[in-house]
């Protein structure tokens, strides 16, 4: 069966024919996990999946419907992809679509990645389309902090957790060509993040990652002038941290980054776990400021706080 380039989820994609052939297929769902493990790939093979051409309850790959989906150009499915945030506009905008006749398929699909991003405004717009849902669409919300969102709109749509097993992280990685990394440590410090595994394999992340740990086991190389570097910077150090509270507790096996062990053992040996804790919880409060506050004054927060 054609699968495109998703990885994992076939438990999900297996229950969304059952729906199919079942008639049972509600009105919206959420679709919510950890970034970059394909959510919105699968919401997208799942538009495929309905709206196939072939006859047999799966996606072919080859007819027109599905060439048109995979390449995000086909007129009944809509794909969102925010900014900072979803505006009420967009969603007016999306209204106006969305009850417009179906052109060519059985369902008109509508996906909104990071829908955690709704304004207030937007989210209660949206959730007027839910309560009177156009014939024949279907809401794929996606979103890895579901808890983010109007509780009203939550109430409206059917959840599903998606999750990539580590074997499928790895798989992928494994079966990459041309990588100068162990697939297995990839996955490690991606946390199984397909996304972040990408850009590993660019060499691009790798070299930022070299130079931020690169100093003396109490330095850091943080100087960013980028915004999202900056988040990724953070994301780094979230995970470094984490795996100085888990020496600390005694599993240095359970660390990720174990190509940094002798660094992590080093730093966790200068403090107690409430210090590495209170640091965990500080570059966070930091990182949720990040899109509201001088990225120089950033950069000096993460340093202060290490």
Same mark, same amino acid.
């Given at each position: 069966?054609?699968?495109?380039?998703?990885?994992?989820?076939?438990?999900?994609?297996?229950?969304?024919?059952?729906?199919?052939?079942?008639?049972?297929?509600?009105?919206?769902?959420?679709?919510?996990?950890?970034?970059? *493990?394909?959510?919105?790939? =699968? #919401?997208?093979?799942?538009? /495929? &999946?309905?709206?196939?051409? !072939?006859?047999?309850?799966?996606?072919?790959?080859?007819?027109?419907?599905?060439?048109?989906?995979?390449?995000?150009?086909?007129?009944?499915?809509?794909?969102?992809?925010?900014?900072?945030?979803?505006?009420?506009?967009?969603?007016?905008?999306?209204?106006?679509?969305?009850?417009?006749?179906?052109?060519?398929?059985?369902?008109?699909?509508?996906?909104?990645?990071?829908?955690?991003?709704?304004?207030?405004?937007?989210?209660?717009?949206?959730?007027?389309?839910?309560?009177?849902?156009?014939?024949?669409? *279907?809401?794929?919300?996606? =979103? #890895?902090?579901?808890?983010? /969102? &109007?509780?009203?709109?939550? !109430?409206?749509?059917?959840?599903?957790?998606?999750?990539?097993?580590?074997?499928?992280?790895?798989?992928?990685?494994?079966?990459?060509?041309?990588?100068?990394?162990?697939?297995?440590?990839?996955?490690?410090?991606?946390?199984?993040?397909?996304?972040?595994?990408?850009?590993?394999?660019?060499?691009?992340?790798?070299?930022?990652?070299?130079?931020?740990?690169?100093?003396?086991?109490?330095?850091?190389?943080?100087?960013?002038?980028?915004?999202?570097?900056?988040?990724?910077?953070?994301?780094?150090?979230?995970?470094?941290?984490?795996?100085?509270?888990?020496?600390?507790?005694?599993?240095?096996?359970?660390?990720?980054?174990?190509?940094?062990?002798?660094?992590?053992?080093?730093?966790?040996?200068?403090?107690?776990?409430?210090?590495?804790?209170?640091?965990?919880?500080?570059?966070?409060?930091?990182?949720?400021?990040?899109?509201?506050?001088?990225?120089?004054?950033?950069?000096?927060?993460?340093?202060?706080?290490?």
């Amino acid at each position: 069966m054609y699968s495109g380039n998703l990885i994992g989820h076939k438990k999900v994609v297996s229950y969304f024919k059952t729906l199919h052939r079942t008639n049972r297929l509600a009105h919206a769902y959420i679709f919510s996990g950890n970034d970059g *493990i394909g959510k919105r790939k =699968t #919401a997208r093979h799942i538009a /495929m &999946l309905l709206n196939c051409l !072939s006859a047999d309850n799966s996606v072919c790959g080859e007819c027109d419907n599905c060439y048109k989906i995979e390449n995000k150009i086909h007129p009944d499915v809509i794909e969102i992809e925010p900014g900072k945030s979803i505006s009420i506009n967009t969603i007016r905008d999306l209204r106006n679509k969305v009850y417009i006749k179906k052109y060519v398929s059985d369902y008109k699909i509508v996906i909104i990645d990071n829908a955690d991003l709704l304004t207030r405004p937007a989210a209660n717009a949206f959730l007027k389309i839910l309560e009177e849902p156009p014939p024949y669409t *279907i809401f794929f919300l996606i =979103t #890895a902090q579901p808890q983010n /969102m &109007l509780a009203t709109v939550r !109430s409206r749509a059917h959840k599903i957790w998606l999750s990539l097993k580590y074997d499928e992280a790895l798989q992928f990685s494994s079966e990459k060509e041309g990588i100068n990394i162990d697939p297995e440590l990839m996955v490690r410090i991606s946390s199984a993040n397909l996304s972040r595994i990408e850009k590993m394999l660019s060499g691009i992340y790798l070299a930022k990652r070299k130079e931020i740990f690169a100093p003396a086991p109490g330095h850091f190389n943080i100087d960013e002038r980028k915004r999202d570097d900056l988040k990724e910077t953070a994301i780094m150090l979230l995970s470094f941290l984490r795996d100085c509270l888990i020496y600390k507790a005694g599993t240095p096996e359970l660390i990720k980054n174990l190509d940094l062990e002798e660094k992590i053992n080093r730093y966790q040996n200068r403090y107690n776990m409430h210090d590495i804790l209170d640091k965990i919880n500080s570059l966070l409060l930091v990182t949720q400021a990040f899109d509201n506050i001088n990225i120089n004054l950033a950069n000096n927060l993460i340093r202060s706080i290490l």
